[in-house]
């Protein structure tokens, strides 16, 4: 796929890859290419074309730029989730996940009146390591009683594969 292609030369050429860790500073993460993030965007919408997908739904921080993307082809609004709970949240959905990467324990906030029932989403991040996120993202979900219909990354550093990627470690490294 041309989305793939691309997205590992410019991990060979201005990335690198250090045991299991990526890094994408210079184009994903710190400094971002808007260009790439569109090419990327358009694979992701591609795939999620024909679920009725009515929200994109992240995760602070670097899962934003792809969700905006996302959700400006499939015509709908992109919610990310706060890290720290401002103090003009209302009503509001939490849940708590664990990085291993980066050895922290954060809590993901949504406000009620952003993630209705029922309504259709699809999460998205740059990367899938342990799953911690996408299990915060879970209970978020199910505590709006909404629908998670599927899960996008930029890269999946897991074994797991119902997680639609650009990218996982193992083409990345092979
Ligand atoms: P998980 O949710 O799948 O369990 O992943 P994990 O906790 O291990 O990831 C924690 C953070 O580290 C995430 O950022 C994730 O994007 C980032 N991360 C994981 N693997 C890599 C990698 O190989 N390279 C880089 N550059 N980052 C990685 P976050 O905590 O959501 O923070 P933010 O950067 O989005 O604000
Ligand atoms: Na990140
Ligand atoms: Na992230």
Known sequence: ??????????????????????????????????????????????????????????????????????????????????????????????????????EESTTLYVAKEVLRPRERILFIDDFFAKGSTLKAVEEIVEQAEAMLVGTAVIINKSERNDIYSILTLKELQG
Do not use: C, W
């Open 1 to 102: 796929r041309y989305a793939s292609q691309t997205l590992l030369e410019r991990i060979k050429k201005e990335g690198r890859v250090e045991g299991n860790v990526i890094k994408v500073d210079r184009f994903l993460n710190h400094m971002v290419d808007p260009q790439l993030i569109d090419l990327l965007a358009t694979d992701v919408a591609t795939h999620f074309m024909e679920k009725s997908i009515e929200k994109v739904l992240t995760a602070e921080t670097s899962g934003i730029m792809l969700a905006q993307a996302v959700a400006g082809m499939l015509g709908v609004p992109f919610v990310y989730a706060k890290k720290k709970r401002p103090l003009t949240m209302g009503d509001h959905y939490a849940a708590a996940s664990y990085s291993f990467t980066k």
